[in-house]
């Protein structure tokens, strides 16, 4: 069964800071990993996707990293602002001939002070 | 292209009263899932469907009913509402396979938040 962990839970940074949160995960036959943030109150944007085959992806201020080998997906923002404060979630794709299994992480809730 | 839309998108319901969530996407996506959002509880699987007229029960399918008579639509029903579900309900949808064409990207809808009394 896949599981998924994602480190820190919960992350305070002063604004401008480059900062990196973590995802782990127990089994490498994934499809695809998503990285999503959730603002309070409100429903998930999708930030990056990677396909196994990949990397990293970037998009602006965000970088994600994915090593399968290792069981692990980085999220790089670099320049924190404010607007960045969000819940930050990465889902796994299992992909196959099944309903493509999706697996939650639990989330890093980011605050970043001015 | 409007993505994946929720109604409503906030309910109050006393105990016992029925009611539909719709879940509406203009993709043309196979794939389509319920979620509830719970503190504390992240998101839990209700019930998925991969494709028009099929259905499939996920984590926590007790008390819900779905149907997907429609390619774009994914419905779910509570048929006799319990306090315990209160909570936001997200949809979601992807296609199948990831072609050149198709990431297989992961869209959810805004959620929608239920309340029962």
């Known amino acids: 069964k896949q599981e998924v962990t994602q480190i820190p839970a919960a992350l305070s940074v002063p604004e401008g800071e480059n900062l990196v949160l973590n995802c782990s995960f127990t089994?490498?036959?994934?499809?695809?990993l998503q990285w999503f943030r959730q603002d309070p109150g409100k429903g998930l944007t999708s930030l990056l996707l990677?396909?196994?085959?990949?990397r990293e992806q970037t998009s602006g201020r965000l970088n994600a990293s994915l090593d399968k080998s290792s069981g692990r997906s980085t999220l790089y923002i670099a320049a924190s602002q404010p607007g960045d404060s969000a819940t930050y979630l990465c889902?796994?794709?299992?992909?196959?001939?099944?309903?493509?299994?999706?697996?939650f992480g639990q989330g890093t809730i980011l605050t970043v002070h001015p | 292209n409007a993505g994946v839309t929720q109604t409503p998108k906030f309910r109050v319901l006393k105990t016992g009263q029925s009611m539909t969530l719709l879940c509406a996407q203009d993709m043309n996506h196979e794939y389509m899932y319920w979620y509830r959002q719970d503190p504390g509880m992240g998101l839990r699987l209700i019930h998925y469907s991969v494709g028009e007229g099929t259905t499939a029960k996920g984590e926590v399918p007790d008390g819900y009913n779905v149907s997907r008579l429609k390619k774009q639509n994914f419905l779910l029903g509570l048929e006799s509402a319990a306090p315990s579900q209160t909570s936001v309900y997200f949809c979601?949808?992807?296609?199948?396979?990831?072609?050149?064409?198709?990431?297989?990207?992961?869209?959810f809808g805004e959620g929608s938040r239920l309340t029962v009394l």
């Open positions: 889902v796994l794709n299992a992909g196959g001939t099944s309903y493509g299994k999706l697996t």
């Open positions: 089994d490498s036959a994934i499809y695809n």
């Open positions: 979601a949808s992807r296609y199948s396979w990831d072609t050149t064409s198709h990431t297989g990207e992961l869209f």
């Open positions: 990677i396909q196994s085959s990949q």
